[in-house]
C-alpha cells in the first residue's frame, strides 16, 4: 500500500532532538518506518501566477516530506479564519468564542479544494489517503469530486463536542456532510465518536448502523482510535538530555533546588491559569515546597484572539512570586534555549 499522510504542517523530525507536538509525536515514526508520504504546508503562500505548488520534498528514513506553499488569497480565511476562529473553539467546547464569517469558511473550502488537487501527484493504484485534523474536513469530499476512488481515512487530534455546540459553526451540516466522503473517521474517545454519531443521526437524519453510516458517498466507518505516543522513545530521548550542556547549565543554576516546567500554547484550550493556580494551592497548602521553582514557557496563540484571554504572561509572577521563584516565559522561537 502507497500511504499518503495530510496535514495541515508537516514536521521534520531531527536527530537527537525531541519532537515538538503531539501531531509530530504520532505520525513522524509512521512516516519513517513505513515509507509514507506526509504532505503539509511549507508554512509560506503563494500568488496564483504559480504553477508548481509543492516548494520542497525531501526523504525522511524510508518516507518523504512534500511541503506546499498554500494560496496567499485563502489562507488568512482559512487558518486564522475559519480553522482557528472557527472549528478550534467549536470542537473545545468554547461556543462563546466562536468567530469566523462566511468568507472564512469559502476560503476554508477552497484551500481544502487547492490541496486536493495537489494530492493528485501521488494518486497510485494502491494509494491511500489518511487525512488528519479539523484543517481538512472537507479534503475528502474534495477528493471524490476529482474521481478519487482509493480509501480515504480521516483522523481528529481534537475532541468532538455536543450537537449544540458545533451547530453554533457556520455552514456545519454541509461541513459534516463532506466528512462522510471518508470511508474511515477516527476519534480518540467513545464521547466524542457518540457525539458526531449523535448529530448525523439527528440533524441529517441518516441510518447509523453498528458505526456505519450510509450517505450519499456510501457507507462510512466511525470508530475510536486513541493516540498516544512512543514511551521507551521518550524515555530514551529523556536519558540523553541529562548530560546535554544546557541542561547541565540549568542543573548547577538551581543550587540543589526542585524545578517543575511547563511549556505550551498561550492558548485558552490548555488551562495553563489553572495550573499556576495549582501551583499557589500547593505552595500554600504544603508550605516545604516554597523552594521549589516553577519555570512555565507559553508560545503565543495560534490565531490572533478578538477576544482577550483571562490571563497573561504576567499571571504567573502576580500569582507564584510571593511564595517562589516563579517564572512565566513567553516565547516565539522553536524552543527555548536559555533560562
Known sequence: ??????????????VNEPM????????????????AIWVGSSGRVRDGSQKEPF???????????????????HYGGYY??????????ALHSRADLIRASHGDYLSYREVNAFMARALLRFKKQDTAYWVQDYHFLALGAELRNLGITQ??????????????????VPHHRELVEAMLAYDLIGFQTRDDCENFLSYVESVLNLVVHDGVVSSR???????????????????????KSVS?????????????EKLAIGVDRLDYSKGLINRIHAFDRM?????????AVNSRAAWPLRVKMATPLPYSCSEGRRTASSKSRARTICRTGPKISSW
Open 1 to 14: 500500500m502507497n500511504l499518503v499522510v495530510v496535514s495541515n504542517r508537516v514536521a521534520r523530525g531531527k
Open 217 to 239: 458517498y456510501g457507507g462510512t466507518h466511525v470508530a475510536v482510535f486513541p493516540i498516544g505516543i512512543d514511551p521507551l522513545r521518550f524515555a530514551q530521548q529523556a536519558a
Open 283 to 291: 505552595w500554600t497548602v504544603q508550605p516545604t515546597l516554597t523552594r
Open 20 to 35: 515538538t507536538g503531539g501531531l509530530a509525536a504520532a505520525l513522524l515514526p509512521v512516516v519513517e518506518k513505513s515509507g
Open 151 to 168: 480509501p480515504l481515512g480521516f483522523f481528529l487530534h481534537t475532541p468532538w463536542p455536543p450537537r449544540s455546540i458545533i451547530e453554533g
Open 244 to 256: 546535554h550542556p544546557d541542561v547541565s547549565r540549568l542543573r548547577r543554576s538551581l543550587g540543589g
Open 55 to 73: 516548494a520542497e520534498i525531501e526523504s525522511l528514513g524510508a518516507g518523504a516530506l512534500a511541503m506546499l506553499d498554500l494560496p496567499a488569497a
Open 80 to 89: 486564522e479564519g475559519f480553522a482557528n476562529s472557527g472549528l478550534w473553539p
